[in-house]
Nanobody, 117 residues
Framework: QVQLVESGGGLVQPGGSLRLSCAASGSIVSIYTMGWHRQAPGKQRELVAAIAIGGSTNYVDSVKGRFTISRDNAKNTMYLQMNNLKPEDTAVYYC???????????WGQGTRVTVSS
C-alpha cells in the first residue's frame, strides 16, 4: 500500500505563491505517476498537474506558466510550486499516486488553498 500526506496549503493574496508537498511512504516502487488534483466548492475534482516516473509532466491549461510540478525521488516527495495565484485557484488540493497500468494506488487527505485579499 501507498500512503500520501500533503502539506503546504494556506491563505495567500492574489499574485502570491505557495508550495505544496506530498510525501509518499509504503510501496513506493509501485508508483508510476503522481498527480495534483483540486476541488473547488460546488465543482468536480480536476487534474491540475501530473508527473511520470521518467519526469514527463502535463498541466491543465489554466495553470500553465504559473504552476510547476516536480518530484524528489530520494525524498519520496512530490511538489507543486504555485506562483501568481488567482482567486479561482482556491480549492482543496489532493495528491494521488497511480500505478503502471493506471490503477489508483492512493489519495492524500487534501490541503486547502485559499487565494483572497
Amino acid at each position: 500500500q501507498v500512503q500520501l500526506v500533503e502539506s503546504g496549503g494556506g491563505l495567500v493574496q492574489p499574485g502570491g505563491s505557495l508550495r505544496l508537498s506530498c510525501a509518499a511512504s509504503g510501496s513506493i516502487v509501485s508508483i508510476y505517476t503522481m498527480g495534483w488534483h483540486r476541488q473547488a466548492p460546488g465543482k468536480q475534482r480536476e487534474l491540475v498537474a501530473a508527473i511520470a516516473i521518467g519526469g514527463s509532466t502535463n498541466y491543465v491549461d489554466s495553470v500553465k506558466g504559473r504552476f510547476t510540478i516536480s518530484r524528489d525521488n530520494a525524498k519520496n516527495t512530490m511538489y507543486l510550486q504555485m506562483n501568481n495565484l488567482k482567486p479561482e485557484d482556491t480549492a482543496v488540493y489532493y495528491c494521488n499516486a497511480v500505478g503502471r497500468y493506471g490503477d489508483i494506488l492512493s489519495w492524500g487527505q487534501g490541503t486547502r488553498v485559499t487565494v483572497s485579499s
